[in-house]
């Protein structure tokens, strides 16, 4: 059973510190990583892709793969209220990659702070 | 780029009726269309996945001829729930994939639907 671990949370972090929000999957043959950002009662929107070893950023965010360790984290600079949201890793199923089939982990709720 | 829309936003229906929702990619041509369903504080479960022209692929454990998917073109996916049930009531959100960037694939969602069955 392949799978996506992340902490459940919440995360609390006050208004403009950087969050750190960590994911692990089991398997090795994945190649394609994925942040979405999902807020309560709505669909998940795309944040971040990432597919070689070590940080992409875009703005506030930086994404980081590590896959000798079979990690991926994303981290969120000064984090603003409106980041706060359920985080969802995801990787792509290596036996499915013809259909870019994907696992999801279970989500981080992010709760930023004013 | 890479908008996906979904129809209705919102159904209510009657137990024993079917409920159709439209999934469309609207500027690229999907590869591959995805089906989940979240119920309420919990996580992403995927219930098939579709290719244009073929037959869907189901998860274990769900009904192929409860939860109908047709994929008519690169474009256009649907979903239908037939004879719903109290129990059916959920968020359904689509996905579309498409290789696009550095031509790997990447799903976008639609907005989803929510579907409360009386």
């Known amino acids: 059973q392949k799978e996506v671990e992340q902490n459940s949370g919440p995360l609390s972090v006050p208004e403009g510190a950087i969050a750190s929000l960590n994911c692990t999957y089991s398997d090795r043959g994945s190649q394609s990583f994925f942040w979405y950002r999902q807020y309560s009662g709505k669909s998940p929107e795309l944040i971040m892709s990432i597919y070689s070893n070590g940080d992409k950023e875009d703005g506030r965010f930086t994404a980081q793969l590590n896959k000798a360790s079979q990690y991926v984290s994303l981290l969120i600079r000064d984090s603003q209220p409106s980041d706060s949201a359920t985080y969802l890793c995801?990787?792509?199923?290596?036996?499915?990659?013809?259909?870019?089939?994907?696992?999801f982990g279970q989500g981080t709720t992010l709760q930023v702070k004013p | 780029g890479a908008v996906v829309s979904q129809h209705p936003s919102w159904v209510i229906c009657k137990s024993g009726t079917s409920v159709k929702i439209e999934c469309r990619s609207l500027?690229?041509?999907?590869?591959?269309m995805f089906w989940y369903r979240q119920f309420p504080k919990q996580s992403l479960m995927l219930m098939a996945t579709?290719?244009?022209?073929?037959?869907?692929?189901?998860e274990q454990g769900v009904e192929k001829d409860k939860f109908l998917i047709n994929h008519a073109s690169l474009t256009l996916s649907t979903l239908t729930v037939t004879s719903a049930h109290p129990e059916d009531s959920s968020f359904y959100i689509c996905?579309?994939?498409?290789?696009?960037?550095?031509?790997?694939?990447?799903?976008?969602f639609g907005p989803g639907t929510r579907l409360t069955v009386l």
């Open positions: 995801a990787v792509n199923d290596s036996g499915s990659s013809n259909t870019g089939k994907l696992i």
């Open positions: 579709s290719n244009e022209g073929s037959k869907a692929t189901y």
């Open positions: 996905s579309a994939s498409s290789r696009l960037g550095q031509g790997r694939d990447t799903q976008y």
């Open positions: 500027d690229f041509q999907a590869t591959t």
